[in-house]
């Protein structure tokens, strides 16, 4: 892989070499590899078969776990949250103790390893927030919480330059894996100034299906405003917008 310089850049096929622009810019490399049937019927390649499949199964996981929280992940992930989560999915696959290789899924693997994704690399949830908070869930009743009791925004929030204001939000994912179904819903507080002015109890609900036999994934995150003459504004595109897995619950 080589990387295109110059004014001109080129996209497309010359020869044996492909041209193309990637989100690390405009790249260049040589075609070739082994033919695409060999690969799927020649014993030498069995372990790249059984590779093959299990990527393409932790990329539907990831995409379907992505889907699940797109609407929080709209305003707080990076250019590269796909990859990484399909790794770290891969990592869950790789954790299945009961099916063999290139049969193993998600769905039994170990899911607890997500916890504490960040899905904005450039704004993480560990490095911003510093309030303790508890968690309650009851899958029976349909019920969860994230609590904090008595903060001050300006001592326990690691705000970048320029924001006045925070919503804390939280979201919930239900998900089924094998069918790449899932529901979400979210809860929020009001804008609240960053300042030294003490909050007290905050609770943060979103809904839960009772006795859901699917995944449950709660995500954390802060959305940075910046308020100019009595509106508010979002900060920079949520560029600095941190959201995180922060509890996993499986039946």
Known sequence: MARQKGIIKLEGTIGDVSFY????????????????????NDPAFQRTRENGSEFGRAGKAGRTLRTSLRVLMQKASDKKV??????????????????????????????????????????????????????????AAGSV???????????????????????????VGEVNFDTEAFKFAQDSTNELPIDQNLIGAISLEPAVTPNTSDDVFLALGIEFMQQVNGEMYPLRNGSFNPLAIVFIDRV
């Open 21 to 40: 622009k990637s989100q690390d810019g405009y790249l260049a490399r040589e075609k070739g590899g082994v033919d695409k049937e060999r690969i799927k």
């Open 82 to 139: 796909t990859s990484r989560l399909t790794r770290e999915m891969i990592k869950v696959l790789q954790s299945d103790p009961n099916n063999v290789r290139g049969e193993r899924t998600v769905s039994e693997g170990n899911i607890n390893l997500l916890n504490g994704f960040e899905f904005n690399i450039n704004g993480k949830l560990s490095a911003t927030l510093y309030a303790q908070y508890g968690i309650d869930f009851d899958r």
């Open 145 to 171: 919480s994230i609590d904090l009791i008595d903060i001050v925004p300006a001592n326990v929030i690691a705000a970048p330059s320029g924001a006045t204001h925070m919503k804390l939000v939280a979201g």
